[in-house]
């Protein structure tokens, strides 16, 4: 069943971000990249489109979730609304969404799958957050560390990593991001 979900996604029209109308009904989606300038970054196939870079869920409404990603990216420089195509999956149920979004995560392995590419601004004076890898990646944002301050993906990737565009956790792993300690 999900490799035919796979292969459906694959036949699904994409839309620009900032044109798309989406349906107000439960779904996932998929975001692709229109940035050649940043292949060394997410490796050539996530930043040229060729591949999905994320994956999401709207477990109610897919026109209020995924619009608001035009808001996360004001301010990053290097990554515009008109840069990003979205796929969308409308769904009968948040149940199939939720599914839907699990499913194609594990088949296409985004790359910024779990980097902090979420559809909200990050709040840099909000006690308790830190900078994502993402907002440490992209510049733009004054407040986030720069990208060479921040270790790579470790414990569970293997000798993959985004850096090359591929790899995923192990089954139950977890990506170990974080500021690296002072030398």
Request: aromatic share 8%; proline share 9%.
């Amino acid at each position: 069943m999900a490799d035919a979900l796979v292969e459906l996604v694959h036949q699904l029209p994409r839309e620009r971000l900032d044109r798309l109308d989406a349906p107000p009904a439960p779904g996932a989606y998929l975001q692709f990249l229109d940035a050649p300038h940043l292949g060394e970054v997410f490796g050539e196939p996530t930043a040229t489109g060729c591949r999905a870079a994320y994956v999401g869920v709207a477990s109610s409404s897919l026109r209020a979730r995924v619009p608001r990603y035009r808001r996360a990216l004001a301010g990053i420089s290097e990554l515009s609304e008109h840069q990003v195509w979205v796929t969308l999956v409308p769904c009968a149920s948040t149940a199939s969404a939720r599914f839907a979004e699990s499913a194609l995560i594990e088949r296409l392995c985004p790359v910024l799958q779990g980097l902090g590419w979420g559809s909200r601004p990050p709040g840099a004076g909000r006690p308790g957050t830190t900078t994502s890898p993402i907002h440490a990646l992209l510049a733009g944002r004054d407040w986030a560390r720069p990208a060479e301050s921040w270790t790579r993906p470790s414990a569970g990737w293997g000798s993959s990593s985004i850096w090359s565009g591929r790899g995923r956790p192990a089954r139950g792993g977890r990506r170990s991001w974080g500021p690296t300690s002072a030398r």
